[in-house]
């Protein structure tokens, strides 16, 4: 290997490992200007933005048509012009194609990972240590019917240390290793994200949301984020904690796609398209989650893009189908397993029993409400007191809390997408699980699917009240959970909550409908001897009433679960129950779960779902008020640069207005305070003659100067000469609407074409805290 | 990332013939109890007639006992979940070595290089306890001398001034992800 070669190796292994090429340099420029002598860089490109604040997406709209229509321009010159503005239309398509194949070969891994080590806290397979309890039995003659995962090849912790599988000492021990195991997971996992990756825990998608209306969290989609938080997620779900990774692997699938687009000048410089390939993205991210392609667009549509034109509608689409079809090849289980929870009944359902759909609907909705409340003054309590310092202890806690009780009770000792798909599915007389310890009837000659309603036997006794236990273990859990510094989810915990509430709801309509079938509400319906309940769809209507009611998703909803399960007959009582919970869950607040975490943590995400009724006015909002100091404004021609390092120094403004001059206020443009800077820093070192008192001017032409005066510096490409303006007497409902449909980050006042004042998102985002009475200094960011 | 993309490719293909089965479960009938049973066959031979084996009823009743047999033809493929079971334990165990690595061998290491000179800390490090504590002035050090090998400590240390800024948002000030 010569110099240059193993240069570029260098260079190859540092961006892969540890480069972020993102990562300019963190930290507010002028305080740290010792900083980046340190890191010795050469300058960033004017057009980047800072960590922590928003990015101008007209701006980024006029670059993204002017690089376009020089492409095109070009194309016409030569071959080679031509064929590279081909790959410049197609880099588009090949990159979602990338981000489909990583984020399907990632989801596959994870389940894999997660089948494994979630067994291996109960025992380990002596054949070949890779194989989960199921696996590990598959190939075993031994397995009966009572006991379908009995075989001599997986044995128990306590089989395999001291050659006991029943009894007391037996049990204790297995207890005490389940506990140690999910310990050991989440105290690696904490640790993981501590040392490596701290953005990697939390669920993601505020984050995500945030960043997709244009905010920048600079590493929050970086490599060491994405190899964290997989390998992370991993760990968490494995250590029975009440927590999903549908969210997780949302921030997963942006992670990449934010790499591939990093690998593409199209989108890496530009940060209003790499936005659209971010929210395709993420509907790859809920398509290998749920194994529900087009529920992910919606998903992607509804609850995380920010602006969704219809070109990003295609991406999405293209992007979700390929990452359906990769988890699709690599999966193991050949044809099967490919709906996650597949319900192999079609019973109709009756229209008496939408009464019972909207009771869980209503369920849905206020345990929505008492999530949402509990969850939100927990982390404010994380965030504000003492409780927050001992992230790695709260972790620990908490876990040995969730594998202590949910040991004994079979319902949650087992993980939680198996007792949903357990909660789901219909008794046939296939079934030995307790749940379908039903009184059958011995002459009975039905064939196996169309079993009538039977008396529930005492193992469907014990099943309800175990299910009762559960169902209030895990409400209470699972506001602990949400939010502590590992990958968590919400999805799971909240379908697991309504598919136990749904089931017990459903069981007691069954046997309800058994012992009284001479009622009113029955008769009708319910024949002596029909099939005419079935629990488990009551567990579909349950689960998809709680996650509209944390989330308050509609359509997406509706598409997830009956993608999810097969089932489409069922789409009306799931529209219903999602209808009832969102209605439920809205009178009492406004905000789903991810807007109530955007407040929480200040973000500066203008929602859209937001109206603004108002009837204040721009001079209402805009600064400096009255008594304050007057705006900082650069003129056209008349500061010096020592004038103008002064004015950076002093304020920490983001940008200045540029005007004629002090006495005629009239507006000529807009100046960013970074690109100030690195304009000026750029002319002291490489332009002759320019010197503290050089006259700084924006004009085309430079002003009549005395002689022997020093060089002049003209900034006037970094000034932006279209800023947007409104006048003073404009509604603020129009105001907020131009913020929210054009995304500016400011826009200037005017009276008459002289300048008056300037309101920034910042400001419009206190002021609408300030008229909803919330506090409006938890707008932290710019 | 490639190297998991090619394997599970070309793996998922191989079929090993112990990775087929038909799994028939019959539920109770009669006096009889419930019973699985797997045979190896091929998916169009995958029904009762040719899986449950020996009958357990006589001739007239075995129409009747099929009827209520569910019998399902599965496959899976156990080389995938062997590699992948491995490639995920190996990366879990390089992390954990380097996790160990950067929290307490580095300083030892760095403590005894540098001897008895005292580490510059600045205000903001003083107490800090928390890994990459020393990367300011293994930067001053380092950058002197410009050879490959010191481009990747160079890197390595600016990750680190990236990821102990991320802490410090994350875990101290609570400022994200709260």
């Known amino acids: 290997l010569d110099n240059t070669a193993l240069h570029e190796f260098t260079d190859i292994l540092v961006f892969l490992l540890h480069a972020d090429p993102n990562m300019v340099n963190a930290g507010d420029m002028n305080g740290s200007g010792n900083l980046m002598d340190f890191l010795d860089e050469p300058f960033p490109d004017v057009g980047t933005y800072e960590d922590f604040h928003t990015i101008d997406w007209l701006r980024e709209k006029s670059r993204d048509t002017d690089r376009h229509r020089k492409i095109t321009s070009k194309s016409k010159e030569s071959i080679w012009e031509f064929i590279k503005s081909l790959l410049d239309a197609w880099s588009g398509w090949v990159v979602m194609l990338l981000i489909g194949l990583l984020a399907g070969t990632l989801a596959g891994v994870i389940d894999l990972a997660v089948d494994w080590m979630t067994d291996l806290k109960e025992g380990v397979c002596l054949s070949a240590f890779w194989y989960s309890h199921e696996q590990c039995c598959w190939t075993s003659n031994e397995t009966t019917f009572d006991d379908r995962d009995k075989c001599p090849q997986w044995q128990k912790w306590s089989e395999l240390l001291v050659s006991q599988s029943e009894g007391a000492s037996a049990y204790i021990l297995n207890y005490f290793l389940y506990i140690m195991w999910a310990l050991c997971f989440a105290f ?92 395709a993205a993420a509907a790859a991210g809920v398509s290998v989650a749920f194994g529900a392609p087009i529920g992910g667009v919606l998903f992607s549509l509804e609850e995380v893009s920010y602006y969704f034109p219809l070109k990003t509608l295609w991406r999405s689409f293209f992007a979700a189908l390929v990452a359906a079809f990769t988890l699709r ?32 609907g209503v369920f849905g909705g206020l345990w929505g409400t008492l999530f949402i409340r509990c969850n939100i003054a927990w982390c404010r309590r994380r965030k504000t007191t003492r409780l927050g310092k001992y992230p790695v202890l709260e972790v620990i806690v908490i876990t040995a809390i969730t594998a202590i009780i949910a040991y004994p009770n079979p319902y949650t000792r087992r993980s939680t997408s198996e007792l949903i798909s357990e909660l789901f599915n219909d008794c046939g007389a296939l079934e030995s699980s307790q749940l379908c310890d039903y009184i059958n009837d011995p002459n009975m000659t039905r064939p196996v699917d169309d079993i009538p309603d039977r008396p529930a036997g005492p193992g469907v006794y014990t099943a309800m009240w175990q299910l009762a ?17 590992i990958p968590s989810g919400l999805f799971i915990p909240s379908m697991a909550v309504g598919a136990m509430a749904g089931r017990m709801v459903g069981i007691g309509v069954e046997q309800l409908a058994y012992h009284h079938h001479d009622w009113i509400i029955f008769r009708n319906w319910c024949r002596p001897g029909a099939d005419c309940v079935t629990p488990g769809l009551y567990a579909m209507v349950g689960a998809a009433a709680c996650l509209g009611g944390v989330t308050r998703m509609t359509v997406s909803l509706v598409v997830i679960m009956f993608e999810l399960t097969g089932g489409l007959e069922y789409i009306v009582p799931l529209m219903a129950a999602a209808v ?14 991810y807007e109530a975490h955007i407040h929480l943590n200040g973000y500066p995400f203008l929602d859209v779902k937001d109206e603004f009724t108002h009837r204040t006015l721009a001079t209402d909002v805009m600064r400096p008020r009255r008594g304050e100091a007057p705006l900082s404004v650069l003129t056209q021609d008349s500061m010096t640069v020592e004038d103008v390092e002064t004015l950076i120094k002093e304020t920490d403004y983001n940008g200045f207005p540029v005007v004629v001059s002090k006495d005629s206020e009239r507006l000529i443009g807009f100046a960013q305070r970074r690109e100030l800077i690195l304009a000026i820093k750029n002319a002291r070192q490489r332009q002759d003659g320019v010197v503290s008192n050089s006259i700084v001017y924006f004009t085309e032409d430079p002003p009549e100067l005395p002689p022997n005066s020093p060089h002049p510096l003209k900034l ?67 | 990332l490639s190297l998991i993309l090619s394997s599970s490719l070309c793996l998922c293909y191989a079929v090993n013939s112990e990775d087929v089965r038909c799994k028939c479960i019959c539920p109770p ?61 190996s990366i879990l165990g390089l992390l954990l070595l380097y996790m160990v690595y950067l929290t307490l061998v580095e300083p030892i290491l760095k403590r005894r290089l540098f001897g008895h000179s005292q580490l510059i800390q600045s205000d903001e490090d003083i107490g800090d306890h928390q890994p990459f504590a020393n990367a300011h002035d293994v930067l001053a050090r380092s950058r002197s001398r410009a050879n490959v090998l010191n481009k990747v400590e160079y890197a390595q240390q600016r990750w680190k001034l990236q990821v102990q800024e991320q802490r410090k948002s994350v875990f101290d000030r609570h400022v994200v992800l709260s």
Not at chain 1, 213 to 238: N, P, Q
Not at chain 1, 469 to 485: D, E, N, Q, S, Y
Not at chain 1, 585 to 592: H, I, L, T
């Open chain 1, 469 to 485: 236990l559960a169902l209030v273990f895990k409400i209470v859990i699972t506001i602990f959970t949400f939010g502590m510094k």
């Open chain 2, 29 to 89: 009938y009669k006096d009889h109890s419930g019973q699985i049973y797997n045979k190896n066959v091929s998916q169009k031979d995958c029904d009762c007639l040719h899986v449950v084996e020996p009958m357990p009823v006589p001739g007239p009743d075995v129409e009747a006992y099929c009827l209520r047999c569910e019998c399902k033809y599965e496959e899976r493929s156990s080389v995938t979940i062997k590699v992948t079971i491995i490639i995920y334990l």
């Open chain 1, 716 to 782: 006037r490409r970094i000034l932006n000469l279209s800023p947007f303006t409104v006048t003073d007497h404009t509604p603020m409902e129009t105001v907020v609407d131009i913020f929210r449909k054009l995304g500016l980050r400011q826009c200037l006042v005017t009276r008459s074409g002289r300048l008056l004042g300037i309101i920034t998102k910042k400001d419009v985002l206190r002021h609408m805290a300030q008229m909803a009475n919330q506090d409006p200094e938890s707008i932290m960011f710019n």
């Open chain 1, 580 to 593: 009832t919970s969102k209605w439920v869950a809205d009178a009492f607040g406004k905000e789903g779960i």
């Open chain 1, 188 to 279: 690696l996992a904490v640790s993981l994200v501590r040392v490596f990756a701290p953005y990697a825990c939390g669920s993601g998608i505020p984050e995500i949301k945030t960043i997709l209306s244009g905010f920048i969290i600079r590493g929050y989609l970086g490599k060491w984020t994405l190899l964290i938080k997989t390998v992370t997620l991993v760990l968490v779900v494995s250590s029975g904690l009440s927590l999903g990774k549908e969210g997780p692997l949302v921030h997963v699938a942006c992670c990449c796609g934010n790499f591939f687009s990093s690998l593409f000048s199209k989108y890496s410089k530009n940060e209003g398209k790499r936005r659209e390939v971010l929210s």
């Open chain 1, 329 to 360: 090849s690599i999966n193991p289980f050949g044809n099967s397993r490919l709906v996650l929870f597949y319900v192999e009944y079609h019973t109709p359902w009756y229209m008496a029993e939408l009464f019972p759909f909207i009771l869980l």
